[in-house]
């Protein structure tokens, strides 16, 4: 099982994420991306990945892309760790 849940206020919008980030539910992250791109406006965007357990290699590079265009992503500890490190491996590994 997999949840996005989108908070809103007038500073900030932000994404929290649950679960394994797998297959079909990076897809729906990425929609997800996009329908909040689109409507930010000059809001912060924060991703939230402390309830996010695994990333899968689309989903470790969705949240590189994610980041790059000017979301902050955030998680603790481990998961934190683990995802910068697996990030930077993809990114240096041909598609």
């Known amino acids: 099982m ?13 994404l929290r994420l649950e679960g394994k980030l797998i297959g079909p539910w990076v897809e ?3 929609q997800c991306w996009r329908k909040v791109f689109d409507t930010v406006g000059p809001r912060t ?10 990333a899968d290699r689309a989903g470790r590079l969705l949240l590189a892309r994610m980041e790059s265009a000017g979301f902050r ?5 481990l998961m934190r ?15």
Do not use: K, M, W
């Open 45 to 54: 965007v924060l991703v939230d990945l402390s309830a996010v357990d695994f």
């Open 2 to 14: 997999f949840r996005i849940t989108i908070d809103e206020s007038p500073e900030s919008v932000t």
């Open 81 to 95: 760790e683990y995802l910068v490190e697996r990030v930077s491996q993809d990114s240096n590994r041909p598609n």
């Open 73 to 77: 992503i955030e998680a603790s500890g």
């Open 28 to 30: 729906e992250v990425e």
